[in-house]
Structure formats: C-alpha cells, structure tokens
C-alpha cells in the first residue's frame, strides 16, 4: 500500500507501510523512517512521507573491480551478477529481484549508479523511480533499454557505494 498523497498521515499507517504492527513504536527520526520518505538529514516531518511507498529494500554486499588497463581506469563498486553490462561479476545482493523482476546489476561507476534489469521495463513509466542508498535518496533515474543484451538500466546520480562491506538500497 502506498501512504496517502494528501490529508492526514497516521503514524499507524506509515508502521504498516514498513511492514510493522500498527502499533509498534516508532519515531520520525528513525532509519527506517528516513528512507521512506528520501530524507538522509535534516528536518523531517509527516509530510514528508505523503504518497510514499516502502518499496524493496535490497541488502547490497559490495564487491568492486577496477579496470586498471584503461587510460583512464573505471573503479566498479556494489554489485554485478549475471547478465550484467559490466566488465566482471562482483559482490552479491539479497533479494534478487524487484517487482518479481531479475535484478542484473546495481553499482556505481564514473560518478553514477546504475540498476540494471532483464527485459524491457522502460514500458512502465512506474517502475523504478526512486532509489535511497544508506538513507540518501539519489534523485530521479534515466532509463534506456539495450535490445542487444536485453537489459534496462536505470542511471542515478552519485556513487555511494565504496566496494567494502554491506549497504542498503531501497527501490521504489
């Protein structure tokens, strides 16, 4: 379900949203909290969260390469599984797909942070538009679709990930 776009906002229904009991305790400065409404810092209020969903938070045990054979070498960091446009298999994520779709890749490389997914989902205008990487939201994707390799790839801002130990990305 997804929280209301306007009017009031129940604490009981933003727990719900989080996959809680109503009546768990919980606070606006919470983690958990922040990521669903793309608020890292700052001030946060219940308007904040108006017409957001919790989405598929994806646990991303990082991995890296570094393609040092370049002129200008490209340092990989997050995760690259099977089927992925990047050079090598690296790190590993759990789950594995998103709206019951493969999830190809999710990384940063050159200053951006790729998804990537098997098939065409650029039909969708909805299915992927936010992305919140360790409780920083990495703003609205570019979406393209490779026929050749049958991969979509949703193309971020920033690069949070760093290649060492374990991150979480919430896809919405």
């Given amino acids: ?14 727990n719900v949203e989080l996959g809680r009991a109503s009546t768990a305790a919980i606070s606006l400065g919470e983690t958990a909290v922040r990521n669903l409404a793309g608020k890292a810092t700052g001030a946060i209020s219940l308007g904040n969260l108006y017409g957001k969903s919790a989405g598929t938070t994806i646990t991303v045990t990082e991995g890296s390469y570094n393609d040092g054979n370049l002129k200008v070498p490209f340092v990989y960091a997050g995760y690259a599984g099977t089927g992925t446009t990047a050079p090598v298999l690296f790190g590993s994520i759990s789950p594995t797909t998103y709206k019951g779709v493969f999830i190809k890749a999710l990384y940063n490389v050159i200053g951006g942070t790729q998804v990537q997914f098997l098939g065409n989902q650029t039909t969708n205008p909805s299915f992927l538009t936010t992305l919140i990487v360790n409780g920083t939201n990495l703003g609205a994707p570019t979406i393209t679709y490779d026929t050749t390799t049958n991969t979509s790839t949703y193309q971020f801002s920033g690069s949070p990930f760093d290649g060492v130990g374990t991150s979480t990305a919430v896809l919405q």
């Fill in 1 to 14: 379900m997804t929280l209301p776009a306007s009017g009031p906002i129940a604490l009981s229904a933003v």
